[in-house]
C-alpha cells in the first residue's frame, strides 16, 4: 500500500531563516506530487506540482521553491521566510483520476 | 479563476440526522468531483468522488452531481459525532490539479 511522509511534523523559524520541508512517497511509482499551503481558517492554495522528476509547475509567485529531485521525493524551500509563510503546508501524491491522498502535514510558524 | 464555492457553515446537525453540504464551481470543464474530510489540526482525506451526473452512494454517504448547474452535493446519513469535521469540495479538470473549496464545518450534537 502507498504511503506518504513528510517531516518535520511542527517548525517555528524565525522571519529570514531558510526553510525545507521534505515529502516522501512509498509504494507508488511516477506519482503527481503537490504542495499545498492552508493558513488558519482558510482553504487549501495549491503552490506546485510535479509530474515527474525534475518538472516543476509554480502555481503562485512567491518566495517558495520547489524541487524533485527524485520520483518519489518532493521538496519546499525558501531562502528568506516572511511572516506571511505561516501555515499549515501539505504534500499530496496521485497517479489515476486526479484522486489526491495527503500526507500528515507540517505546521511552520514564522516568527 | 476557478471558483469552488461552499457554505462555510457551521452546520449544526443532531446525532442520527442528515447532513447536506453544497457546493458550487465556476469551471464548465471540471469532469470529476472529490469530497474530502478534514479533522481539526489534521489533513485532509479523501471521502468519495464522482464523475457522472446523478446519484453515487458509499456508505452513509452520498454524492449528488449535477453538471448542468454546476452543483455537486454530499449528503451524510445517520450523522454521527465522529463526522464533526470540515468538508472540502474539490472539482477537477483534466490538468492534474484539484480546485478546492474552503470548506463547510459540521458539528454533529448529541
Known amino acids: 500500500s502507498q504511503t506518504i511522509h513528510q517531516w518535520p511534523a511542527t517548525l517555528v523559524q524565525p522571519v529570514g531563516s531558510p526553510l525545507s520541508l521534505e515529502c516522501t512517497v512509498e509504494g507508488t511509482s511516477n506519482p503527481n506530487l503537490y504542495w499545498y499551503r492552508q493558513a488558519a481558517g482558510r482553504g487549501l492554495q495549491l503552490l506546485f506540482y510535479s509530474v515527474g522528476i525534475g518538472q516543476i509547475s509554480s502555481e503562485v509567485p512567491q518566495n517558495l521553491s520547489a524541487s524533485r529531485p527524485q520520483d518519489r521525493q518532493f521538496i519546499l524551500s525558501s531562502k528568506k521566510l516572511l511572516l506571511s509563510d505561516s501555515g499549515f503546508y501539505l504534500c499530496?501524491?496521485?497517479?489515476?483520476?486526479?484522486?489526491?491522498?495527503f500526507g500528515p502535514g507540517t505546521r511552520l510558524t514564522v516568527l | 479563476q476557478k471558483e469552488v464555492e461552499q457554505n462555510s457553515g457551521p452546520l449544526s446537525v443532531p446525532e442520527g440526522a442528515i447532513a447536506s453540504l453544497n457546493c458550487t464551481y465556476s469551471?464548465?470543464?471540471?469532469?470529476?468531483f472529490f469530497w474530502y474530510r478534514q479533522y481539526s489540526g489534521k489533513s485532509p482525506e479523501l471521502i468519495m468522488f464522482i464523475y457522472s451526473n446523478g446519484d453515487k452512494e458509499d456508505g452513509r454517504f452520498t454524492a449528488q452531481l449535477n453538471k448542468a448547474s454546476q452543483y455537486v452535493s454530499l449528503l451524510i446519513r445517520d450523522s454521527q459525532p465522529s463526522d464533526s469535521a470540515t468538508y472540502l469540495c474539490?472539482?477537477?479538470?483534466?490538468?492534474?490539479?484539484?480546485?478546492f473549496g474552503a470548506g463547510t464545518t459540521v458539528t454533529v450534537r448529541a
Open positions: 469551471d464548465r470543464g471540471s469532469q470529476s
Open positions: 499530496a501524491w496521485s497517479v489515476l483520476l486526479n484522486e489526491q491522498f
Open positions: 474539490a472539482p477537477s479538470s483534466n490538468d492534474y490539479k484539484l480546485s
